[in-house]
């Protein structure tokens, strides 16, 4: 029998060998891939945190500078374009305005990205439509650009993955979308380790809650010993802390996580600017949410009826020339946490002017009489006057003079470019 391997089993190893090497390339891709997704999506979540703290308080004003076009039809991919659309961008001949972040305002220092180094869009800027911060530059990771906190870096940021990487602790929470309600987090601890203390979660207010083991769910056929919040709620986001070591090992380590989409914080209406015509109100708003983001805005001229919109804009049409409206305006975010409303008091419509037909027959039977239409000045608008049932005739001027020698009804009246219309008329009789 001949010794050594054969061309084929040779053939085999070295396929094997390279599928092998393929796969950690692969895997360490991945883990290079997330730590870069969590250190992107930690630093712009700390803008993002800085533009919310900075208006609330300054009165809903944002710490902005230059305003930045950006160009969304030069995305060539639907992820991309998606971090815009879902959060409801005005997108205009293919633009998006956004505003260069002052840092300095807001206490922002020692960034790694956002500083310029690399071009004029390698800043933060925020939409001041919706409150949202977007890397103008972009960070490619993998196949994604990422421009702001999509759905995938608040999972990686609410999972804590770089911290839980390989720690033997797993923690599970009830829900990862954004909530208003409790979510709880189920904390997974291998056997292998010994738990250091209590198992502490502690809120934003100040609060604790204490986990314990569940011996209902922990047996010794199971590979982890099972921790969880002992029939307490937590409505507010919060930290767990769970430190342990190995029984053969004296050196204590620590793990955390955090729960951050937990929203109870209703959003806010930060302007309502209008811009009007005779017989419309059209109403630009801007709102902000430091949690799950706006999802609704609702408007009303009354304050009680409210008509709801997925867009900030909307037009109140059918209105009354030089009539003062009260616009009110109401957001809501993903959670359905509704702000206060907003209200702009006294909006008047534009007027179309006034009309006055003058003139009266006298005592005399016989007599004509001279009338005079005179209208306001008023740009944009066309001005007519007609005698009885005749044909509507056009007034260059502001003034029109008639000689009326018998009875009839003179009227006049003023349109917009819009279609409002205002009219007035006069019984033109003899005395006898």
């Known amino acids: 029998m001949k010794r050594g391997f054969s061309l084929i089993a040779l053939a085999v190893i070295v396929i094997i060998t390279l599928i092998l090497a393929t796969s950690v390339v692969i895997a360490a891709t991945s883990t290079i891939n997330n730590s870069k997704k969590l250190a992107f999506g930690t630093e712009i979540k700390l803008v993002q945190d800085s533009i919310y703290s900075y208006s609330a308080r300054n009165d809903g004003q944002l710490p902005i500078s230059q305003a930045i076009i950006f ?77 702001t906190i999509n759905d995938e870096l608040l999972n990686i940021l609410n999972l804590g993955w770089e911290k839980q990487a390989n720690s033997g602790v797993i923690f599970e929470p009830s829900t990862t979308e954004w909530t208003r309600n409790n979510v709880d987090v189920t904390i997974k601890i291998s056997k292998k380790y010994i738990v250091v203390g209590n198992i502490v979660a502690t809120d934003i207010g100040g609060g604790s809650y204490t986990y314990y083991k569940n011996d209902d769910l922990s047996s010794a ?47 806010t209406v930060l302007s309502a600017f209008t811009t009007k015509t005779t017989n419309s109100i059209m109403v630009n708003a801007s709102a902000n949410d430091s949690e799950s983001g706006i999802s609704k805005y609702y408007f009303s001229k009354d304050g009680i ?48 002017g006034n009309i006055s037909i003058r003139g009266q027959f006298s005592s005399s039977s016989n007599a004509s009489t001279l009338v005079e239409i005179v209208f306001d000045q008023v740009t944009d608008t066309s001005r007519y006057y007609k005698i009885d049932d005749s044909e509507w005739i056009s007034i260059s001027g502001l003034t029109e003079r008639l000689y009326i020698d018998q009875d009839c009804t003179i009227y006049a009246r003023i349109i917009d470019k819009s279609g409002q219309i205002k009219e007035v008329s006069k019984r033109m009789q003899k005395i006898e």
């Open 221 to 267: 056929d199971k590979e982890f010993d099972i921790y969880q919040l002992n029939n307490q709620t937590i409505t507010k986001n919060y930290t767990v802390k769970v430190t342990y070591k190995e029984a053969s090992n004296m050196k204590e380590k620590s793990v955390e996580h955090s729960v951050r989409n937990i929203d109870i914080t209703a959003p």
């Open 71 to 147: 160009d969304y039809d030069s995305l060539r991919d639907e992820t991309s374009k998606e971090q815009f659309t879902k959060n409801m961008e005005t997108i205009e001949d293919g633009k998006i305005v956004l505003y260069e972040i002052d840092y300095e305002k807001c206490g922002i220092s020692n960034l790694k990205y956002g500083n310029r180094v690399n071009g004029k869009n390698d800043v933060y800027s925020v939409s001041t439509k919706t409150g949202k911060v977007y890397y103008n530059m972009g960070l490619k990771i993998g196949n994604i650009t990422y421009f």
């Open 305 to 352: 009826n409210y008509f709801e919109s997925e867009s900030n804009e909307f037009t109140f049409e059918n209105l009354i020339e030089n009539t003062s409206y009260n616009i009110y305006v109401k957001v809501e975010d993903k959670v359905g946490n509704i702000s206060s409303p907003r209200e702009q008091r006294n909006i008047s419509t534009d007027s179309l």
